[in-house]
Each structure stands twice: as structure tokens, then as C-alpha cells.
């Protein structure tokens, strides 16, 4: 299948009201023509509704969309030219998988000849060109959404909009379909919105992340700017793991003291007069037996828990005075050290990790 290029989207102050609930307050985005952008937030902060209103199931209550600088509010959906998969295939379970992925291109009068040219192209992109003739039902789950998303490309849309495409797959499958998506993105070139309440499925497949809370966009970034440099709490607690230190005080210059009574450095500068706490990942931090050279920040605290995962463990920390249980993630080797509970370690870190953030 030829590389299409695919559309600018642009969101200009969209508003969504459901009766008397404001879904979306107000929210503004420019997505460049061929990113894979996702939407990424927990269940209820407005990822499919913004999704719905660019593909033109909804309509914004305020605010326009454009597709290529055009203003595309009030266009029917299949008037947009957008393609879209669901969590849900939705495919026509009595006729064959060619069939299925013929239906958009029948429905636009295309001629017989190029669709059987343009359905033998879409499967096999997909992987699916030995199950022309199979019918939905004989196929697996991956099998059915691997149609479903020939189905959504086989008219050369240039925006590919897609809800949770991978939500009824079990994780190894999703992660060979993830792979298939990217691959896919790169050989058609044309513009992917994704919709997923997954951080690692975001961070495996996107240009940038659109990070969603309670109907607004709290960051939009690269997965390594959002893990590296979140802007806010929310971003930095719902993108991996996060320590979070909050100051009982801080102390003269950089310095902030704990409810443990440690005093620990940092060395970003907070804005004067704001309340902030300090955001440490959990592989940032190291554990010693014995108190580690001068210099480094250092609490001293309890095993509480070890979580093996193969090439790492995350160790749970807990430091008298602190309500929190400090984690530390380790990477594992052959002859990493056992550490069991109730064992006594320093966690000690270098006072340039970490980021303040607003508290
Ligand atoms: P999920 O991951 O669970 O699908 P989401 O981030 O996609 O969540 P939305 O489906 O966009 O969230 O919903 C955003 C908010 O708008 C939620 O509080 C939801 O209850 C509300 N909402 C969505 N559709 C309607 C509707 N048709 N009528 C009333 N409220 C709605």
C-alpha cells in the first residue's frame, strides 16, 4: 500500500458539556501531519470523548476542530474521511474477511477491480492475506482486530483514529499488535490518534503523549519528557513509578526536612512562595548496607517488601517518621546480593535527581 501523507488535526478551545456535567472544560491541541499521538488518563478524563469529537460522533458544545486548517465542526463522521477502530471489532460475522474489509470501499461506489487490489493490499499489511476467505468467526481475537484495522485503512483516510484497539487482547498478543501498529504507522504515514488508560502501551507506540485528568490535558509530551520532566504531580505519579517527598520544612538554601527529621538536598529551585515536593523515580535510588560517602541524600529505614521481576526487584523501604514506604528499583545480576525483609539499608541518592514539583 502507497504512503499517503496524513492530516494536521487541530482542537481550538473544544468544550463538551453532558447536560449539566462539563466533561471537557477547555482544551486546546495541534497534532502535526503523520505523528502517532496518544491519549493517555485514567477511566472518565475525557480521552474518548475528544476522540469522538474529532471523529464527529460528538459534538463540542463550544470550539472547533480542523482537519488540514479546515474547520470540519458539524461534518458528518463519514464525511470526515477519518478511519477508526474500536476496542470492539464490529465486524459482519455471516460474510468473509475480504468482504468485511471491502465494505467502506463498496459503500463508495469504488469498481470492482480496485477493490479486489486495494483489499489484497490492506491484508497484507495487516498480516491477513491467507484468511481472505475465512469468516470472523474463525479467527482469533487479534486475527478480528487486524481486520477491523484493514477495514479502517482500506480507503486511504489520512487520520487513523483508534480506542482502545488492544483493550480484549491478553498482554502478548497486545505487544505483537503494538509492534504491527508502529509498523503500520510507518508504512502508511499518515496521522494515528490512539486512545489507551495504558502508560507502557503509550510509551511503546507514540511521538507524544497527550496526558489526560478530570477532562483537561495536563501535559503533552515525548514519553522521555513526560517520564524525565513531568510538570505536575498527576503526570509524574501516572507515568511509571515515583517517590514523593513533601517537605515538613525547608531548610536555608536547597534543602527541605522531612517528617523523618533527614534533611535532603535538591537542586532545582522552587518558585518562591510555591509549595513544592520533590519526585524521585524509584531507579534513581540505590541501597547500602552501610552509610554511604558524604554528599549524597540518605534516609535510613526497614525492608517492608522485594518484588522480583526478572531483570529488576522493586524493594519497599520504610523510613520511621515517614508515611510513605520509599521504593527502590534495582536492575539484577547474577550475583546481586539477597535482601530480605526486615533487612536495614541506607537509600541514598544524588541531590541533581528528581524533579520539585508544585505540591
Ligand atoms: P475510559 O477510559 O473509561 O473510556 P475516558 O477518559 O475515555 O474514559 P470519557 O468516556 O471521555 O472518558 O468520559 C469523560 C466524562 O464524560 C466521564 O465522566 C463520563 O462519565 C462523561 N460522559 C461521557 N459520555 C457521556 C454521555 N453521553 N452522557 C453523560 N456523560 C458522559
Known sequence: ??????????????????????????????????????????????????????????????????????????????????????????????????????????????????????????????????????????????????????????YRPRVLLMDEPLGALDKKLRERLQHEIKRIHRDLGITFVFVTHDQEEALTLSDRIVVFDQGKIVQVGTGTELYERPENRFVAEFIGEVNIFSPAEYGPGQTMRLDSGDVIQFTHASKAGQKCVLAVRPERLKLAREAPEQGDNRLLGQVSSVDYFGASRRVGVDVPGLASTIWVREALHGNSPNISLDDRFYIHWCSGEGTLLPA
Not at 77 to 83: C, E
Not at 145 to 151: D, F, I, K, N, T
Open 1 to 154: 500500500m502507497t504512503a499517503n501523507a496524513g492530516s494536521s488535526i487541530q482542537l481550538v478551545n473544544i468544550s463538551k458539556e453532558f447536560g449539566d456535567f462539563l466533561a471537557l472544560p477547555e482544551l486546546s491541541l495541534t497534532i502535526s501531519p503523520g505523528e502517532f499521538v496518544s491519549f493517555l488518563g485514567p477511566s472518565g478524563s475525557g480521552k474518548t470523548t475528544t476522540l469522538n469529537i474529532i471523529a464527529g460522533f460528538i459534538e463540542p458544545t463550544s470550539g472547533d476542530v480542523l482537519i488540514d486548517g479546515a474547520s470540519i465542526t458539524g461534518l458528518p463522521p463519514h464525511r470526515r474521511n477519518l478511519g477508526m477502530v474500536f476496542q470492539q471489532y464490529a465486524l459482519f460475522p455471516h460474510i468473509t474477511v475480504a468482504e468485511n474489509v471491502a465494505f467502506p470501499l463498496r459503500r463508495r461506489r469504488v469498481s470492482q477491480a480496485e477493490i479486489s487490489k486495494r483489499v489484497a493490499e490492506a491484508l497484507e499489511l495487516v498480516g491477513l492475506d491467507e484468511k481472505a476467505d475465512a469468516l470472523p468467526r474463525q479467527l482469533s481475537g487479534g486475527q478480528q482486530q487486524r481486520v477491523a484495522l484493514a477495514r479502517a485503512i482500506v
